[in-house]
């Protein structure tokens, strides 16, 4: 983007983390810099100055920075700055004529190797591609090894040509996976070092215990007395000398030393000004959890936050807790001490919260780190994924989040956490009113569930409905391995309850197939006389404990199985002879490499672990639909982790370049947005090689008589659609003919569309009658929160009749893969439902294309392809429509924090 005079826009200041946890603001530099500009260069040693300016005098230095001050059009400089010091500059020059920018880079002396040059240069590479920069040149001195590294390492291919003394370099600024993964990497080890105040901290003040025994704050400076926290403990309290057995000071200034986290624990209004003097006394983290702060309250929390470096978790919430040894805090309102264990929890609502770290104690599993997020502000569930991954001590992710800061930051790295261990959601706000709530509650736009759940679904996220059955799945993934596949086999000692499971796993969408003959055989070996040796496996009221053991740990380890649902009831039989259906599920040595579940209906807790001699567990559940469900979600988990990554197909015929010019240019003539006329949709799609059926433009009878002699086909058959601003399906206006034969038919129904339109219609589009194939609907939207959405489903009529399934673009191989094999198209695509079988990769390869088509375009706000013909003979798009917004683009990868609160309603 660029303002009026062509030099590039950078947007508003923003905060980024420097590779030590250190904030830095960066903003465009311009008129008033010169005097900071030229101390940052004064402030360097001679050696540098040479190396920067290839000379040991300070002219140049005072020339630079009377550029930076004027600033001029295809300039533009950024600078880095903490606590109002300049400490970084980077700037880039463009070419005139071309699409390459001479760039250079200057950081003070005492702030080399904490990551500015290389956060400076992400951000005037962003700035410089919205601009049209293609490259960054540099030319440096041989010597200068240290500016090489910082260009080498930033991910980006770089050329480097010798001459003489000097290096002369290229840098592709075009963003790949390689530069986004080395971002990832640089975001990561900076996110983790700034939350360890937050949740390794050396020292906490309790700001806001009062002397009342109820009060909140009071509460947790009590919690983390009696958690046996290994850190100093202080409480700021402005009129007593103790609370709670912990001294008190009148102040935070007044402490003896500065803690590294503060939790506040105030009313409202005194907030913004306490979290401005931690932040003056050096206070690295704080958790407030005072609620309802308001404007321009949350304004100024961030400000002092941000200002100074901290990190904040609230407002709002119930607290943090950390089970490590060499840390136990729990700084948090739970009624109890969490149990240490390998779960990381984090939460938007601090009742959910608490009812997670209860039911995680009671089932054995305890917590390894614990976050109520509350309104978000600053830390978030990414933050918190990337703790998690290596802490060392989570082997379970567990979130409830109501809304998503950055989703497609989130999708990544879930992505890639999902990986090494479970993460496990609620899957919060899908109906109307839940989403209503989620968004009055963090005053965040509040995502749609089709965009949501493909975001679960790409990024491995097991979504679960309640806090219940979250447990449940977590229960099973913390105690059993992976399925391998979806069929289940029944074990039960009475025939009902495995009609009953049967049914269950049925509905989860598992499988309870029938066993081979060889099984049946061992099976009737096992178990007693009368049992039924199929799937269900009625081994009857009478078997015994060392039957029944046999038997499940046969099924465990046939290659037939992927999974043993045990149900078992208490009987008559089992009390007389002193068996334990139950202790036949537990082991005393190896347990067997597949999961095995039970379902005890007599059992009073939803769902607990069954602990057993060889130090495993298996899960019991109350309800077998709680269990079929629990097994659904650990072998959709295997199904994920079975599957390569996936990667985003190179396209070729694409240009780019030319859909962002015709974006433009509808926009300066419409610049509130609107549907562009036909012409211009199959240009955009033109542009990204989407196969569009012929068609010319008609404004007359004449012109669509011409039009007809042109495109008919060998039957001579051609198509009619009028068209007119803001049309959006014509089928269900009429305004289209079919099947047109000779001139005199194609006369008849332009005057037909002209005499029922009227002055409405700009037009009509003239097209040869397709081929018959199956009719589906491709098309893409822009959420406002997650991005790109490329959609696929039935098209025509049965559009209305259907709904789509949705994957968040880019699209990778596998996305695309799973499209067209969703149970919404797949019955089409495979020639069932009268259709003939359709050409998958054609499809496959369309949908790319909208998918890079979305995501090069923000300003698209829809696009649709319906009919999208499909076939044996490949995929042809009858109809194209698209409306474009004004929209400003915006890298969901930059590395940046949060810049402001969301907006209170």
Known sequence: MADSQGTPVHEDPVHALLTDGTTIRIRRAGPGDHDAVLRLYEGMSPENLRLRFFSVGRGPARRAAVRVAAGRPGHLALAAEHDGRLVGLAEYEAVPGGTTAEVSLAVADDWHHRGVGTLLLEHLADAARRAGVTAFTLVALSENVEVMRVFQDLGLPVARRFDGPEVRCTVDLTEDETYLNAVDLRGRLADVVSLRPLLRPRSVAVIGAGRRPGSVGRAILRNIGTGSFTGRVFAVHPEV??????????????????????????????????????????????????EGLGEPGSAELMDACRRHGMRLVGPGGVGVANTEDGVRLDATLAPRHPGAGSAGVAVQSGGVGVALLDGLGRLGIGMSSFVSLGAKYDVSGNDMLQWWEGDGRTGLALLHLESFGNPRAFSRTARRVARALPVLTVDAGRSEPGRRAAAARTAAAAPRTMVRRALFAQAGVTATRTTGELLDAAALLHSQPLPAGTRVAVVTNTRGAGVLAADACADAGLDVPPFEPGLVRELHELLPEGATAVNPVDATATVGEEQLRACVDRLARHGAVDAVLAALVPTAVAAATGDDPVRALLRDRVPPPRPVVAVLPAQAARVALLRDRAGGAVPAYSDVQDAARALAHAAARARWLGRPPGSVPELDGVDPGRAAELVAAYLRDEPAGGRPDPRTAAALAGCYGIPLLPWAWARDEDEAVAAARRLAGPDGRVVLKAHWPGLAHRAEQHALHLDLQNESQVRAAHRDLVTRFGDRMTGAVVQPLAERGTELFAGAVQDEVFGPLVLLGPGGTAALLADQAGRLAPLTDHDARELVASPRCAALLSGRAGAPATGLAALEQLLHRLSRMACDLPQLAEAGLDPVLAGPHGVTVLDVRVRLVPHRPHDPYLRRLQPRPPAVT
Do not use: T
């Open 241 to 290: 000398a103790s609370i709670a057995g912990v001294h008190a000071f009148p102040s935070v200034a007044a402490l003896p030393q500065v803690p590294e986290l503060a939790v506040i624990a105030l009313p409202p209004a005194d907030v913004p000004g306490v979290a401005e003097e931690c932040g003056r006394a050096g206070v690295r983290a704080l958790v407030v959890v005072s």
